[in-house]
């Protein structure tokens, strides 16, 4: 069995995260999407928050018992080991996000070659979107329908009403 391990900070999920996650559950058997916790970086949306997001997109997706998301602090090497995934998948949207891949995968195999690195190349659709970008939309009050799922939408108005 085949297991991938697709690490990010997903704050929030997007329709850009969603689509690697529905390319990621057709090239792995198990989809492990590993929340990357950092102890000096306060996200916008809580880690109960996100995991409840991808469990939403992950059921969107029909995923079943195939996906799993969870946290984690630490290497992503070393998390990947641990959920049992022989590689990391991960989204490439432009030239910045190849330059620094090929940073982070290189780095990665040097300190664990046993684990390989899968790139997936964004969908022309959503290769524009990005998390810090519908952040700073919502910080401004604008619309991010278009760049969420319905389900994260939900919970960003909830938040909003909350707040
Ligand atoms: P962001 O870079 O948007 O803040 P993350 O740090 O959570 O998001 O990114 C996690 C992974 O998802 C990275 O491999 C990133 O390249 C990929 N990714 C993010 N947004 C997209 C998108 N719109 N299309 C494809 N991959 C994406």
Redesign the pocket.
């Known amino acids: 069995m085949r297991t991938g391990f697709?690490?990010?900070?997903?704050?929030p999920p997007?329709v850009?995260?969603s689509?690697?996650m529905r390319r990621g559950l057709k090239l792995f058997d198990r989809l492990v999407v590993g929340i990357g916790v950092h102890p000096k970086k306060a996200p916008m949306f809580d880690d109960a928050e996100r995991i409840s997001m991808i469990q939403e997109e992950f059921r969107r997706l029909g995923a079943g018992d195939r996906a799993q998301a969870v946290l984690f602090t630490g290497l992503t090497v070393e998390a990947a080991r641990k959920y049992g995934a022989e590689c990391i998948l991960?989204?490439?949207?432009d030239g910045g996000?190849l330059n620094y891949?090929m940073q982070l995968s290189g780095m990665n195999a040097q300190l664990a070659p046993d684990i390989e690195t899968i790139f997936?190349a964004?969908?022309p659709q959503?290769?524009?979107?990005?998390?810090?970008l519908v952040r700073q939309i919502m910080s401004l009050n604008g619309d991010v329908s278009g760049f969420v799922s319905p389900g994260v939408l939900r919970a960003i108005q909830c938040r909003h009403q909350r707040s």
């Open positions: 697709y690490p990010g900070s997903f704050d997007t850009g995260h689509d690697i991960r989204g490439l949207r996000d891949e997936v964004a969908s959503t290769a524009h979107i990005t998390a810090t």
